[in-house]
C-alpha cells in the first residue's frame, strides 16, 4: 500500500468511515480543532495532516485495535526529529552498551508518539517530525522498522480494517 497523497484523503476517510460502519467498529468521539492544536503546542509540533483529519472526522482511539485516544499520548516536545530512516536492529548491533543507548535516545525516542501498543514490548508508532514525519513504524524491544515499507496512518489504519488482527504489515518490507 502506498503513502497516500493528500489529494486523495478525502476518499481514503470516506472508504474508512464505511468500513468502520460496516464491521461495527466503535470509535472515540471525534476532537476538536482546539483539542488537536493545544495538544501540538503542548508538544511544540503539528501533528501529520492524515492523522488530523482522522481524529476530527473518523474518530478518537479505539479499543477494537488497541488505538491510543490522543489524550493517552504522553505530552512532551515532540519538536526533536525522528532521526531515523531506515530499520534499525539494535539487538544486533556490536557497539559499545552505552554508544547504543545514547544513539537510541537522540535517534529513535524523540518526534514520534505511540498509536497502539500491542504487548511484548511492540507498537506502532506515528512519525512526527523528521524526515519520515506521517510513518508509521513499529517499534520493538530490539529494534524499530517502518511498516509496510512506507506506511503512512491511513493505509495502516485501513490495512488493519481490512484484515484485522491478522494484518501482516511487514508483507511488502524488504530489508537491504
Keep these: 500500500m502506498p503513502v497516500y497523497e493528500p489529494k486523495d484523503y478525502e476518499k481514503v476517510i470516506k472508504r474508512i468511515q464505511q468500513k468502520i460502519i460496516a464491521n461495527n467498529i466503535k470509535m472515540g468521539e471525534c476532537l476538536s480543532e482546539e483539542a488537536i492544536t493545544e495538544f501540538e503546542k503542548y508538544c511544540n509540533i503539528r501533528l501529520p495532516e492524515a492523522y488530523r483529519m482522522f481524529l476530527k472526522r473518523v474518530g478518537n482511539g479505539c479499543d477494537d485495535c488497541c488505538l491510543n485516544r490522543l489524550e493517552d499520548i504522553e505530552r512532551k516536545d515532540l519538536s526533536h526529529p525522528f532521526m531515523l530512516q531506515d530499520f534499525w536492529l539494535w539487538e544486533e548491533d556490536d557497539r559499545e552498551a552505552d554508544i547504543i543507548e545514547q544513539?537510541?535516545?537522540?535517534?529513535?525516542?524523540?518526534?514520534?508518539?505511540?498509536?497502539?501498543?500491542?504487548?511484548?514490548?511492540?507498537?506502532?508508532?506515528?512519525i512526527v517530525s523528521g524526515k519520515c514525519r506521517g510513518e508509521v513504524w513499529d517499534f520493538t524491544d530490539v529494534g524499530?522498522?517502518?511498516?509496510?515499507?512506507?506506511?503512512?496512518?491511513?493505509?495502516?489504519?485501513?490495512?488493519?480494517?481490512?484484515?484485522?488482527?491478522?494484518?501482516?504489515?511487514?508483507?511488502?518490507?524488504?530489508?537491504e
Design 144 to 175: 524499530v522498522q517502518p511498516c509496510c515499507e512506507r506506511q503512512d496512518f491511513f493505509g495502516w489504519f485501513e490495512l488493519w480494517l481490512d484484515e484485522g488482527e491478522d494484518a501482516d504489515y511487514f508483507k511488502d518490507y524488504v530489508y
Design 103 to 126: 544513539e537510541m535516545e537522540t535517534n529513535v525516542y524523540q518526534g514520534e508518539i505511540e498509536l497502539a501498543n500491542m504487548g511484548c514490548g511492540m507498537s506502532y508508532n506515528l
